[in-house]
């Protein structure tokens, strides 16, 4: 069936490395997608989001690229910080009317000092 | 802080057992979402309300049911609980076509 995945469970990087985090979604109708970061304890928080009709979009240290050929998302976190440890969950919305995401099951970002 | 609050913050009950969830979306935000989130399943969606009507619906089961009140606050009702509706809870607003804002969820234990 129609599914988002992550590749890695785990991502483990140094403090000022760049880290980047994978997502395949198996949609093609897709036509919207966001990250979230999710601390423990605490609901998931919106990162960066980037429509199909783009390939690429930039915010604060992070970046999101868009590969529609392959079905790939990934989200490129500049010179990690400790506090950008958490969970990653990409998200597909496939309705456009609907505003419902579609999670993945998420990746956990460990930086190290 | 996302804006969106929920109560009570932990609940633990025993099966068979009834309980509800309160959940209210930023100031201003029609729309609320609401969402579970287990080890096994990750973060699923269930159902959204918008401006006090049912939106869309997603995995939810017929022993829960939710409703959003003319002050837009929303409530998640689950009933004759499972040792399996153990998850966390979250409940997220929008403003229409835009990101959602999570609340800090719901942790139920059904023992």
């Known amino acids: 069936g129609e599914s988002v995945g992550l590749h890695l469970p785990t991502l483990s990087v140094q403090e000022g490395d760049n880290s980047i985090i994978n997502c395949a979604y198996s949609?093609?109708?897709?036509?919207?997608f966001i990250w979230y970061k999710q601390e423990s304890g605490k609901g998931p928080q919106f990162i960066i989001d980037i429509r199909s009709n783009m390939d690429k979009r930039q915010g604060q240290r992070v970046t999101v690229l868009l590969n529609k050929t392959v079905k790939h998302l990934s989200l490129q976190i500049a010179a990690t910080q400790p506090g950008d440890s958490a969970v990653y969950f990409c998200a597909e919305n496939m309705g456009r009317r609907s505003y419902i995401p579609t999670f993945g099951r998420g990746t956990s970002l460990i930086v190290h000092p | 802080d996302s804006g969106v609050t929920q109560t009570p913050k932990h609940l633990i009950t025993a099966t068979g057992q009834r309980v509800t969830l309160r959940c209210s979306p930023r100031s201003g935000d029609l729309s609320v979402y609401w969402y579970q989130q287990s080890l096994d399943q990750g973060l699923q969606f269930l159902i959204q309300y918008y401006n006090g009507e049912e939106r869309a619906k997603g995995n939810i089961l017929e022993r829960f049911s939710a409703q959003q009140f003319p002050d837009l606050h929303s409530e998640l009702n689950l009933s004759s609980l499972e040792l399996g509706d153990s998850a966390l809870y979250f409940c997220a607003s929008s403003a229409q076509g835009s990101e959602q804002y999570f609340g800090p969820g719901t942790r139920l234990t059904v023992t």
């Open positions: 949609n093609s109708a897709s036509d919207y």
